[in-house]
């Protein structure tokens, strides 16, 4: 099996977008990418956009290369309607568009739908389901909450299974913070997890209570799954301080000897929090910000 991370905030963007290839069949994982709108007041800066677009023509390019793809709830830094031919004669096993789901996301997938409409190969709503792809097991968690609660709705997990080596991939449960999501994970002893970490960067919302057991959590993974790397971004990577935040979850993974990073990590690359220094890059890169403003009125 060959897991491959296209996107995620250590090296950028907004995203969880990843590519996992078997023997078997080719499937990319949530294929979109997002930047926040708004951080410490500031719109994105060029260089985040720059990296934007590049990201997006890649995960276009994969989309096509793809036999499945799964999108696991409909967040915008999980799923795009901008190019319904991304999902052209594709198997598309989606969360359910009706039960489980908050209303915006009702929304969003009713829309989503109409513009793929007669596209896909196959469209599947996957939720609490499982899919064989010759040796190739597709497994999907029943709906879990995109966080502590379920103001933001529902997500499922995502378990592929090549019959040699198990990859997890947790989606938005930020942490994973609750049982229903951990309970998951442990009973399916990965290999290998990518999971999208705490919301530490807003913790006025996430809580001291969710952060606690979010750690807590990570330290049962990794103490009681057959781990060869436990990878923690997306919504943990705004947050500058993300790893004195789990500074118990490093110790236990050294001496179970699990790897313990980030995406950039995983891939040997350095860690590229635009967002995190959004600030920064502004006061660095003023000269962008108005060749760019510069350029749109020119057009």
Not at 174 to 198: H, R, W
Request: with cysteine; aromatic share 10%.
């Amino acid at each position: 099996m060959k897991v491959i991370p296209i996107a995620s905030d250590s090296m950028g963007v907004r995203s969880m977008c990843t590519q996992v290839i078997t023997k078997d069949v080719n499937m990319l994982i949530d294929p979109s990418v997002s930047l926040a709108p708004i951080r410490f007041g500031y719109e994105p800066h060029p260089i985040e956009l720059q990296r934007m677009d590049e990201t997006w023509k890649k995960i276009l390019k994969l989309s096509k290369e793809a036999d499945v793809i799964i999108i696991t709830h409909y967040h915008f830094d999980h799923f795009s309607w901008d190019e319904p031919n991304q999902f052209k004669d594709k198997i598309l096993l989606i969360k359910h568009p009706t039960e489980k789901i908050n209303l915006s996301q009702k929304g969003r997938a009713a829309y989503f739908l109409e513009q793929i409409k007669d596209l896909p190969e196959k469209l599947e709503y996957a939720d609490g389901k499982e899919f064989q792809f010759g040796k190739t097991k597709i497994k999907l968690s029943p709906p879990v909450s995109h966080g502590p609660s379920t103001r933001l709705g529902y997500v499922f997990e995502v378990l592929v299974d090549d019959g040699n080596y198990k990859f997890l991939y947790s989606s938005d449960v930020e942490g994973p913070c609750t049982s229903d999501q951990t309970d998951f994970i442990l009973e399916n002893k990965p290999n290998l997890v990518f999971s999208d970490g705490p919301l530490s960067y807003i913790m006025y919302r996430f809580g001291t209570k969710a952060m606690n057991a979010s750690v807590e959590n990570m330290i049962k993974i990794i103490s009681e799954c057959p781990l060869e790397a436990f990878i923690t971004d997306h919504h943990f990577l705004r947050d500058l301080r993300w790893k004195e935040k789990i500074s118990k979850v490093f110790e236990v993974a050294e001496k179970k000897k699990v790897k313990l990073g980030t995406v950039a990590d995983y891939l040997g690359k350095p860690i590229d929090m635009l967002e995190a220094h959004r600030k920064d890059l502004f006061k660095e890169h003023p000269e962008m910000n108005f060749e760019m403003k510069k350029k749109m009125f020119e057009d």
